[in-house]
């Protein structure tokens, strides 16, 4: 599916501006990024919508440093002129792990932003991603990124920032095609083999990619196995911590576990089969009463779960 990619994500170097004091961050800390092009009601909309505590730390991100990250890996005119995105870090206690949410973000998911923050060596933090409307999400990167050097006193390097923003983009790309769950654990999966057992050479990374590929049951075109290569060598020569990007993943890996074992994440999963059997239910009673007439019969059914919004299912039957 052919995506319009808007303003959205990434980063930019550490910027030593007057009004900002760098400082080692202390858990409950709180960081906002705004998209400098916001007007001052979607400022607010954007903090509303982020519960940003009175006084937090606030900071702009412009058009030119989302474009420092992006050109080269999407249309310049798919980053577009202006600065939207906005995000919300709130520091954790150490060990914590990464949590992610977003809204109004259509391309990067929640997950693709973990695997390229924690490569850019981001971790223990609740991260909030929004913007006043829909958009990609590709240039949202770019602030947290920001947010965090500044927040931790800690400054990410160039080349594992640019590493990190390809990832992110190989990633979406990749999701359009073979599924963004796929893509998010095939990226995870090479990320942790390579911390654990870094490959010697080209043809060691291609035989990785593949066998981890056809692990997870994807199929990989020619074009996508050499950008991965290609990606992952630059993971390889640049500046990255790779114990704590395996300690970071493993703890992304714990939550998902954690919720699954958890009431929450039991109703969850049970609704979602309530679901599927109200589905198959209606389907099979529409069906059988169908049997009996020669005209096609329309079906409608709606089902409310999880305290999410009704899903909806039109059907029509055949004789």
């Given at each position: ?99 992610v949410e977003t809204h109004n973000i259509t391309w990067v998911t929640k997950e693709m ?77 090479i990320k942790q083999e390579i911390a654990n057992n870094p490959p010697q050479t080209d ?117």
């Open positions: 599916m052919k995506r319009t990619i808007a303003s959205s994500l990434l980063w930019a170097v550490l910027l030593a501006s007057p009004g900002i004091a760098a400082a080692d961050a202390a858990p409950g800390d709180v960081i906002v990024t705004l998209g400098e092009n916001l007007t001052n009601e979607q400022k607010q909309k954007v903090l509303d919508e982020m519960k940003a505590p009175d006084g937090a730390q606030t900071i702009t991100v412009s058009n030119v440093e989302e474009h420092k990250y992006l050109d080269g890996l999407i249309p310049k005119a798919q980053i577009g002129t202006r600065a939207i995105s906005s995000s919300m870090i709130t520091i954790k206690e150490p060990g914590s792990g990464l949590h932003y973990t695997n390229a923050l924690i490569t850019a060596g981001v971790k223990d933090a609740d991260i909030y991603i929004t913007a006043p409307f829909p958009v990609s999400g590709t240039a949202a990167l770019t602030g947290l990124m920001k947010a965090y050097e500044i927040s931790s006193d800690q400054a990410i390097p160039d080349d594992v920032k640019k590493v990190a923003n390809e990832e992110m983009v190989q990633t979406a790309k990749l999701a359009d095609s073979i599924g963004a769950d796929k893509a998010v654990a095939l990226l995870a999966k043809a060691d990374l291609r035989a990785l990619i593949e066998k981890i590929a056809n692990d997870l049951g994807i199929t990989l075109s020619e074009n996508e196995i050499n950008n991965l290569i290609s990606l992952f060598h630059k993971m390889q020569n640049a500046h990255i911590n790779w114990d704590q990007v395996n300690d970071q993943l493993s703890k992304a890996k714990e939550q998902l576990s954690a919720f699954l074992q958890s009431e929450e994440g039991k109703t969850f999963i049970q609704n979602l089969i309530d679901i599927f059997k109200e589905i198959w239910n209606a389907i099979k009673s529409a069906f059988s009463s169908n049997q009996q007439s020669t005209t096609p019969t329309s079906l409608t059914l709606e089902v409310g779960a999880c305290n999410s919004p009704e899903v909806r299912a039109d059907f029509v039957l055949l004789p």
